[in-house]
């Protein structure tokens, strides 16, 4: 098993900067990314960005395109960390933040989620 906690959440005006953190504890060895998703009120869960890892391809990102050039994923190995840095907030990113593990290509441990919430 997995477990993933988040951190880093909370309110921000647009315009404004938030990092989210995700550590991951347990069997991370199996892992072979890690990605963050988010669901809004009434809409379906969303991929927002993964980082992928590989001893063949090695390290790949991925950006949903509404987030493209604001949010920056990396990881930290040491720490079995991911971070989500998200600048140039808009209103339209308020969201229920999850962090994900991915293992032979299936995201199967989710964090608890954090809230996210851009204001006018």
């Known amino acids: 098993q997995v477990q993933l906690v988040e951190s880093g959440g909370g309110m921000v005006q647009a315009g404004g900067s938030l990092r989210l953190s995700c550590a991951a504890s347990g069997r991370t060895f199996s892992m072979n990314g890690m990605g963050w998703f988010r669901q809004a009120p009434g809409k379906e869960r969303e991929c927002v960005a993964t980082i992928t890892w590989s001893g063949w391809t090695g390290i790949g990102t991925y950006y949903e395109d509404s987030v493209k050039g604001r949010f920056t994923i990396s990881r930290d190995n040491g720490k079995n960390t991911v971070y989500l840095q998200m600048d140039s907030l808009k209103v339209e990113d308020t969201a229920v933040y999850y962090c994900?593990?991915?293992?032979?290509?299936?995201?199967?441990?989710w964090g608890q989620g954090t809230q996210v919430t851009v204001s006018s």
């Open positions: 994900a593990s991915q293992r032979s290509g299936s995201w199967d441990h």
